[in-house]
């Protein structure tokens, strides 16, 4: 299990423990970044050693030998193929965590305003135990995968700016 809440520490006092004690109760390991945002390995409850804190750790590598991924809410999660738990906070980030709970690859957001460890805990168990989660989540990564997003891109902007012309 990963979580990538670093950002979220900035703006929800106490998520570090939240993630921390979320993480703990359940008895899965689970990997924290703690990179930037204001979450520090000291907000991480030390008490358990299923929980593991680290500065820097490059997604693209942790993510898919993970059985779930706890984060901010950024869309390009989804292509690591692993179910979600999703915590919102800002921007468009409702939206894509709704989204993804829409596409099966996890369960509802838990927004900022409802952070605490007993929510967080829940979505994390579900994440981890439900298959239909995992299937989802496998089957969406595959396809975000093997999208060539960068030439999709192109294409679109290329017959946007003609129709201008």
């Known amino acids: 299990m990963s979580t990538a809440l670093r950002s979220l520490a900035a703006e929800q006092h106490g998520a570090g423990d939240a993630a921390g004690r979320g993480l ?15 979450l520090t390995t000291e907000a991480i409850d030390s008490t358990s050693n299923d929980v593991f804190a680290i500065d820097q750790v490059p997604f693209h590598q942790l993510f898919p030998r993970v059985a779930a991924v706890i984060h901010h809410g950024g869309a390009g999660t989804v292509a690591a ?30 927004g900022q305003r409802h952070l605490d460890v007993d929510r967080l805990a829940a979505a994390i168990e579900q994440a981890v135990r439900d298959t239909r989660l995992a299937s989802a989540a496998t089957r969406l990564g595959r396809q975000v995968r093997a999208e060539d997003g960068v030439r999709e891109a192109v294409r679109q902007l290329e017959t946007i700016a003609a129709r201008r012309s």
Do not use: E, K, S
């Open 81 to 110: 193929g692993r179910p979600q738990v999703v915590c919102p906070f800002v921007a468009d980030r409702p939206f894509w965590g709704q989204r993804v709970h829409d596409l099966g690859v996890a369960p509802a957001p838990v």
């Open 24 to 38: 703990a109760c359940h008895r899965h390991g689970a990997v924290i970044g703690t990179a930037w945002g204001g």
